[in-house]
């Protein structure tokens, strides 16, 4: 099937754009299982993931946040954006994996507080920590 460039997104590290075969396994083999696809944003980009990543315990790793900054999912585990054709997974065009890439440049730890509160941290942003739950 040909390799794919994809930019991928690991729990505490910065993202990173690499070519893949264009085949399942290798998607799985990325995610950690099996994969699932959302399609968070109006760009022909799926932000593809491990389907039960949650169950498998995988770290929070990133948050999706609505066009005014709240927070209403975190995905687990290593997730990564393709880009996509009419009826497949395609390579991420450039200028797509370069607004991702900004979009995901700081890793994300999340804490929980003793109150049951959920802090956000992006590691070296020089962002505040934020409650996001």
């Not at 994809?6 to 299982?33: D, F, Q, S």
């Not at 399609?39 to 022909?44: A, E, S």
């Not at 005014?68 to 997730?79: C, H, L, M, Q």
Request: hydrophobic share 40%; charged share 30%; with cysteine.
């Amino acid at each position: 099937m040909g390799r794919i460039k994809i930019l991928v997104v690991e729990p505490l590290k910065v993202p990173k754009t690499v070519e893949i075969e264009h085949n399942l396994e290798e998607m799985r083999r990325i995610v950690g299982g099996a994969i699932a696809c959302t399609y968070p944003w109006d760009d022909l980009v799926g932000l593809v993931h491990a389907d039960d990543g949650i169950a498998l315990g995988y770290p929070l790793n990133r948050s999706l946040e609505t066009e005014d900054g709240k927070v209403y999912d975190i995905v687990p585990g290593t997730f990564f954006l393709c880009g996509l054709s009419t009826d497949d997974f395609a390579s991420i065009p450039d200028d797509m994996a370069e607004k991702y890439m900004k979009l995901f440049l700081y890793p994300e730890f999340f804490m929980r507080t003793l109150d049951g509160k959920l802090l956000r941290f992006k590691i070296g942003s020089g962002e505040p920590p934020k409650e996001i739950w």
